[in-house]
């Protein structure tokens, strides 16, 4: 089966088919880990599917976690066996068959701070959750719990700082790309039948003359022309947009979520000397010190969040929390100036009801998810978390169809591997003569294998028929000029952000947002995607406006300030679609 490309002309051509064609059987609005999760259940049980996303794919909470496929030892201690078993069911089944290119092992250090009584503590909650993880696996994917004294963690994270802890134990978790997920999940759903197009707003749902809702009117926010898709169930996944998107039906009850902000910074990787990732536990949140390729990543809070929902961004406050928070068990203590990147993104928290009064403590909010009919027709999933969006995905089709349909066409998403795992392991077996071919160190091509898996074929067939784009960017040696392209014409790039955010991550990978290669990558995707000069230079702008932006509200001491200080900065449709006057 060929793979399927998500060039700006098939996103055109599924709109078409989607307002044009028969009526669907699943109509999912929301294009994050959910949506696009959704949309592969319910297509490879031989419904006919659409997706659409206001924004590009991933676009909001999906692309900003902390990168982390795992069952959270947080709620492990908080007695949420089901949710943690779930999750660890899940992780195994990414890392060992799902998605085995994307989705790596990662060691963590949970330091111990009391020297006789915590030890045999956290021994026994690790082993249940390396427990947990293992039944029912065919293959256990990941070692078993190491026990370290000081000298040990020393050995393992040399800046470590001294009487920060007594000992630690090491545990396994797993670690992704999350933006580069979300796209491989809808591109495999393409590949089997599903309408995907990005960048497109449900704005109404239209319903019968019974109240049942019957599809969906969406614009295309790139023409702002309107289309009506027909469809015999619409299902929300839009995360903390939740509540708006359930008020287009006017439904009277529904799904009630809290956005709760997380931060995360980025440290180049020789500034932390370690071999493996730290969880600390603060009296907000979790933080990890998360080994991540050329990097580290730092995160990350867990606060209430009221601002405009679109682009969150981090405070002065935020950054500086994280550093201080770092710095209680670093020996060489991180400043401001050590901290090349920052992101931010927000979780929608589902709520037991209305939130009466002052701010919930989201960080006793449970991830797991609820799928309900908020109205005829129209079927609402909030909470859960990264890792368990499969199964989110199959209750939300299995509700869909109904408890008796269901049973006759079961999900088959546990046996679907997602596109670029077929033949991932027989290639990475061949990386030695791949990299030959291309004059590619074994660096590039394990860069390259991480995020194509066995698609690396269409990164090599761009370079067979255009050598040039085999070089690396020169201001972001890290990612090929192929890969830039790539993202074009077989992802979905519609805007030079879109390049920057989600198919690489150049925006908070490389100091300066990654302006030095800005010229390149819009020269590359101005080929690509037909941009003239006019058009070439309003995407340039408008990402060097975004950058400022974003380090103002960086400096600013709170989240008003800081929403404040981003919203300067005009939206990229605002400068390359102008209003007619």
Same mark, same amino acid.
Request: charge should be negative; include cysteine.
């Given at each position: ?324 928070? $770092?710095?209680? +068990?670093? !020996? &060489? /203590? ?6 090349? *990147?920052?992101? @931010?993104? =927000? #979780? ?111 990164? $090599?067939?761009? +370079?067979? !028929? &255009? /050598? ?6 020169? *201001?972001?040696? @890290?990612? =090929? #000029? ?100």
């Amino acid at each position: 089966m060929a793979h399927p490309a998500l060039s700006s002309s098939e996103r055109d051509r599924a709109l078409a088919e989607l307002s044009d064609g028969p009526e669907l059987d699943v109509l999912v609005v929301g294009g994050g880990i959910t949506g696009a999760g959704i949309a592969l259940d319910a297509v490879t049980r031989g419904l006919r599917t659409g997706i659409v996303e206001a924004q590009d794919w991933a676009g909001g909470t999906s692309q900003w976690s902390s990168k982390l496929v795992h069952g959270g030892l947080r709620y492990l201690q908080q007695l949420d066996f089901k949710l943690v078993s779930e999750a660890l069911r899940e992780r195994e089944l990414l890392l060992d068959f799902l998605a085995p290119h994307l989705v790596k092992p990662v060691p963590f250090l949970y330091p111990l701070t009391h020297r006789f009584w915590e030890r045999p503590y956290v021994t026994a909650g690790i082993g249940l959750y390396d427990a947990l993880a293992h039944i029912g696996a065919k293959v256990a994917t990941l070692p078993y719990q190491r026990h370290y004294g000081f000298k040990g963690v020393q050995r393992v994270f040399p800046d470590v700082k001294p009487g920060s802890m007594v000992g630690a134990v090491k545990y396994w978790d797993g670690q992704v790309d999350d933006a580069r997920l979300v796209l491989t999940i809808v591109r495999t759903a393409v590949r089997y039948g599903a309408l995907a197009a990005s960048r497109t707003r449900a704005v109404d749902f239209p319903k019968d003359d019974s109240g049942r809702v019957v599809g969906a009117t969406v614009r295309d926010l790139e023409t702002g022309a309107e289309h009506t898709v027909r469809a015999r169930t619409v299902i929300a996944a839009t995360g903390v947009w939740t509540e708006q998107t359930q008020d287009l039906a006017h439904a009277e009850g529904g799904l009630k979520v809290l956005a709760s902000k997380g931060i995360h910074i980025i440290v180049p990787r020789e500034r932390i000397r370690g071999e493996s990732g730290l969880i600390l536990q603060t009296e907000k949140s979790v933080l990890f010190i998360i080994p991540w390729a050329r990097y580290w990543i730092i995160g990350t809070t867990d606060t209430p969040y009221h601002q405009e929902l679109v682009n969150p961004v981090a405070t002065a406050e935020d950054i500086d929390y994280v550093i201080d928070h $770092a710095n209680v +068990v670093l !020996d &060489r /203590p991180l400043t401001r100036e050590d901290v090349i *990147g920052t992101y @931010a993104g =927000l #979780r929608p928290l589902l709520q037991p009801g209305t939130k009466k009064g002052g701010d919930a403590q989201s960080t006793k909010i449970s991830r797991e998810h609820t799928v309900t009919e908020v109205a005829p027709g129209l079927i609402s999933i909030a909470g859960g978390k990264l890792t368990t969006y499969r199964v989110m995905a199959e209750d939300a089709v299995d509700l869909a169809l109904g408890r008796e349909r269901a049973r006759e066409v079961p999900s088959v998403t546990d046996r679907t591997p997602l596109l670029g795992a077929e033949g991932f392991l027989a290639l990475s077996h061949q990386a030695g003569t791949l990299g030959a071919r291309y004059d590619w160190n074994q660096e590039r091509v394990q860069h390259l294998l991480g995020r194509y898996g066995s698609a690396i074929t269409e990164i $090599a067939e761009l +370079v067979e !028929d &255009r /050598p040039d784009l085999g070089r690396p960017l020169e *201001g972001a040696p @890290a990612y =090929l #000029r192929a890969e830039i392209v790539h993202a074009c014409t077989h992802e979905g790039a519609l805007h030079l952000e879109d390049l920057y955010d989600t198919r690489t991550r150049l925006t908070w990978e490389q100091a300066r947002h990654g302006l030095d290669a800005v010229e390149e990558i819009a020269d590359l995707a101005a080929e690509a995607l037909g941009w003239d000069g006019p058009r070439r230079e309003a995407e340039v702008e408008a990402y060097r406006l975004r950058c400022a932006a974003e380090d103002a509200a960086a400096r600013a001491a709170d989240d008003t300030a800081a929403a404040a200080a981003r919203a300067a900065a005009p939206d990229v449709l605002e400068l390359v679609h102008p209003a007619d006057d």
